[in-house]
């Protein structure tokens, strides 16, 4: 994974091969073969995992705060700055933002799905708790998710002050979603 990390950084999506990822790792072509019938199941396992890391760091840095609805404001406004941050997805906005186009147009990815069913899991949570109002979490998650994604994917476009004024009015909007 670190090998087609660094090559996606170096060269984008659409120029990685397994054969340049093979020769970074050390491995024989037939051994990346093996576990990956091409670049792109490659790239699926490679963002899955990358994005992946990401929710669950914020989640994690969230879990501490008592408070449910401020534990998932603080969860996904977190995640979003992690990714307008993270150099992976900076990369592929930068050399090839055709590349998320259906992502946004036809279908979800894994990484949106992982993060709409984590999410809704905290939020069954915090409904339990009461501190927010009620309805499918799953759906509200959805419904969070997308109004987090037009952010992270206009992060090019914003200044860092910019981008800290975004996510402050995204956790503010969130906030009065969620409240009971």
């Known amino acids: ?6 090559t996606v950084l170096d060269f984008g999506v659409r120029r990685t ?4 990822v093979a020769r970074r790792a050390g491995l024989s072509r037939m051994t990346v073969y093996r576990r990956y019938s091409d670049a792109p199941e490659l790239m699926r396992a490679l963002m899955s995992k990358e994005f992946g890391s990401v929710v669950d760091r914020a989640l994690t840095e ?4 008592e408070n449910g609805r401020e534990r998932v404001v603080t969860g996904v406004t977190r995640t979003v700055e992690l990714l307008m941050e993270h150099p992976l997805l900076l990369r592929l906005l930068e050399l090839e933002p055709e590349v998320m186009l259906p992502y946004l147009t036809q279908r979800l990815g894994e990484f949106q799905r992982e993060a709409r069913q984590a999410l809704a899991r905290w939020l069954e949570q915090a409904q339990a ?10 759906r509200m998650a959805g419904s969070i998710e997308l109004a987090a994604r037009g952010l992270v994917l206009a992060t090019r476009t914003l200044s860092p002050e910019s981008r800290r004024a975004e996510l402050a009015e995204l956790g503010r909007m969130l906030d009065a979603y969620l409240r009971p």
């Open 129 to 138: 708790e009461g501190a927010i109002r009620s309805g499918d979490p799953l």
């Open 1 to 6: 994974m670190e090998a087609a990390r660094a």
């Open 17 to 20: 091969t397994l054969t340049e």
């Open 62 to 65: 969230a879990a501490g705060v």
